[in-house]
């Protein structure tokens, strides 16, 4: 190991010989033993290599820009529950200010989701889009079910759209849009509606961002993953 990670994990965490770590090239995880620690370079020893199953759900998901502390919580854990791609969107309740500073974010952004990889063992780093406006990216995503998180009283609840759909193959696919803090306008919900989104509610309670995500995603994993 050399470069950054191996400054951070020598200078920073204070790595020692003899210390286990998991190591990952893309395509496998192996566990691993630190045989020598140098200024910046870390050599390890193979020890075995560990399961890392392949995801059979693929999501993508959109999720309109919030503020950062809980954007940034919603990429972790949205990392761990498996989503393959994330969409920020520039919502029109979105904070402007937001919007303005969320370019500068994105290598920040970038790190949080190979931490969060790297932590719950995924092969995979999800793919980070750009921000883009919610028409564009409801018009591009791949088929799939696609469902609108809604705060709409008539809206069904996810557990009845999701009611149905089962894995029939692999890969299974999914795209999850969720809106602002101030929620999705009229002319936002036509354009998912012509785009052949499904509004679904997670309640009559107002979740928090960070908190629909881990909800929401973790519904469609146990209805549609296959593992």
């Not at 020893?45 to 399961?51: A, C, D, F, G, V």
């Amino acid at each position: 190991m050399v470069g950054d990670a191996a400054h951070h994990l020598g200078r920073v965490l204070r790595a020692e010989r003899g210390q286990l770590y998991e190591l990952s090239d893309g395509s496998r995880i192996c566990l691993a033993r630190i045989e020598e620690v140098k200024r910046d370079r870390i050599e390890f020893s193979l020890i075995e290599e560990l399961p890392a199953p392949k995801l059979t759900l693929q999501t993508t998901l959109l999720l309109s820009v919030v503020k950062f502390d809980a954007f940034e919580s919603a990429l972790e854990k949205a990392t761990e529950l498996g989503v393959g791609t994330i969409v920020p969107l520039a919502a029109a309740r979105s904070e402007k200010a937001l919007l303005a500073a969320a370019p500068k974010r994105a290598e920040r952004w970038k790190k949080i989701l190979l931490e969060a990889s790297q932590q719950s063992r995924r092969l995979g780093i999800p793919a980070l889009a750009p921000v883009v406006k919610p028409e564009a990216a409801f018009s591009s995503r791949p088929e799939g079910l696609r469902v609108l998180l809604s705060e709409r009283s008539e809206a069904p609840p996810l557990r009845s759209v999701l009611k149905g759909h089962s894995p029939a193959s692999s890969p299974v696919i999914s795209v999850l849009a969720i809106g602002p803090e101030g929620g999705w306008t009229e002319a936002e919900f036509e354009c998912a509606q012509s785009h052949g989104f499904r509004e679904a509610s997670l309640g009559r309670l107002i979740l928090r961002t960070e908190t629909a995500v881990v909800a929401a995603l973790a519904s469609l994993n146990y209805a549609l993953g296959m593992d």
